[in-house]
């Protein structure tokens, strides 16, 4: 039978001398591993004496921490270390239902970054400060913003699962700050010509490959996923339903990621050109296999031969990615709609398409340099503008 829990108001003291501060103290009964309770003894700092100058004030502060701990309904929270609950119950529970991309990724950031940080701490005892300082430490490392963007994002999601399963209150994460995202230029994009080049230099089906991603946007572990099922000749479309990333088969990255893309006449026919190669291959078949057609080729692979292709054509560094980027961005300068474009590359938010994928070419860039001047051309009749001889300039 529990004994009952006594109601208690916890004590407060002053400390320090150069800027002092008060502390709380109080109880907490705690859940071990072996099912029984303790109660333990706690301390929390409750702020400066500058912003709680009296006794009173720092004690409604305490008491609002215990009023929790005094509840009829509280429950004793388990004791276990951040990477115990990671290990026991994080990996277990929450992230082995997710795509293997995710799960791989998300495992990097916690056996690099996290668990060497603060895998040894109460999970209980992590504080926004806590989390806080860990982002800043690896900002001052020299970490890049998308990389230290992740380990927020994972440390969000381990303390997310950690309050749905009450370990914890509240998400510590959730409170932090990451620094400004830094503005950095978009790579630059190949040519029409370029690409010709680099589509005649690539033997097959890498060739094939490189025009594929260019008129349809796929991502690399969509077009390497494609069996001749999902070739869809009635409609001339390709229908992506899958995506493969380390021989490991999931569906593609997002609900919109499930998606018809439309494929031109001429396109349709080079691809009907391309299946005649392999006359012995049925629907169930990839159309890019590897060498025993055990599986599709590997990304790494297509990779390893587009990129030696391309510096010995002598084009600047090409990735897949930059590829669909090169499609994206035909489609903005030809007018496409953004929705049409959001909906044809699989994006869930149209601001993606726009923000990372759409990169402005040099002859975009001087059609926006032209397009003021040729209205004002129109009311000046051809003067030089300003008019030669005027005191334009002459009080700066």
Request: glycine content about 4%.
């Amino acid at each position: 039978m529990l004994t009952r829990r006594r109601f208690q108001k916890g004590y407060v003291r002053l400390r320090g001398t150069h800027d002092p501060y008060w502390e709380g103290f109080y109880r907490e009964d705690i859940l071990l591993a072996d099912s029984k309770i303790v109660r333990k003894r706690r301390s929390k700092n409750l702020g400066r004496l500058a912003e709680l100058p009296t006794k009173k004030l720092a004690l409604r502060k305490l008491a609002a921490i215990v009023a929790e701990l005094n509840a009829l309904d509280y429950q004793p929270r388990p004791v276990i270390t951040v990477r115990d609950f990671v290990e026991e119950k994080y990996r277990k529970l929450v992230l082995s239902v997710r795509k293997p991309t995710t799960q791989h990724g998300y495992a990097v950031v916690l056996d690099r970054h996290v668990l060497p940080a603060i895998g040894h701490r109460q999970l209980v005892e992590v504080t926004s400060e806590d989390v806080q300082t860990l982002i800043n430490q690896k900002v001052a490392s020299g970490l890049s913003y998308n990389s230290v963007k992740n380990i927020r994002t994972v440390l969000s999601a381990v303390f997310t699962a950690a309050v749905k399963y009450g370990y914890r209150k509240e998400n510590p994460a959730r409170r932090t700050e990451l620094p400004p995202e830094p503005v950095r230029a978009l790579p630059p994009l190949p040519s029409e010509e370029e690409l010709q080049r680099l589509m005649d230099a690539l033997p097959e089906p890498y060739s094939t490959m490189v025009l594929l991603v260019c008129i349809s946007g796929v991502r690399i572990g969509e077009l390497l996923a494609l069996r001749w099922r999902a070739v869809d000749w009635k409609r001339n479309c390709l229908w992506v339903v899958e995506a493969v990333n380390r021989n490991s088969f999931h569906s593609p990255k997002t609900h919109r990621s499930l998606r018809p893309v439309l494929l031109a006449d001429e396109d349709m026919k080079r691809l009907a050109e391309f299946r005649r190669r392999t006359p012995n291959a049925s629907e169930d078949d990839w159309l890019f296999p590897n060498r025993r057609a055990t599986g599709p080729i590997r990304a790494d692979r297509a990779l390893e031969k587009l990129q030696a292709a391309a510096r010995k054509a002598k084009i600047p560094h090409v990735t897949w990615h930059l590829l669909r980027h090169w499609h994206t961005t035909v489609l903005h300068e030809e007018g496409v709609p953004i929705k049409a474009a959001q909906e044809r590359l699989g994006h869930a938010d149209a601001k993606t398409t726009m923000k990372h994928y759409v990169h402005i070419s040099l002859e975009a860039a001087r059609e926006a340099a032209e397009v003021a001047t040729r209205r004002l051309r129109k009311s000046r009749q051809g003067r030089l503008w300003p008019e030669s001889g005027s005191n334009f300039g002459s009080k700066l």
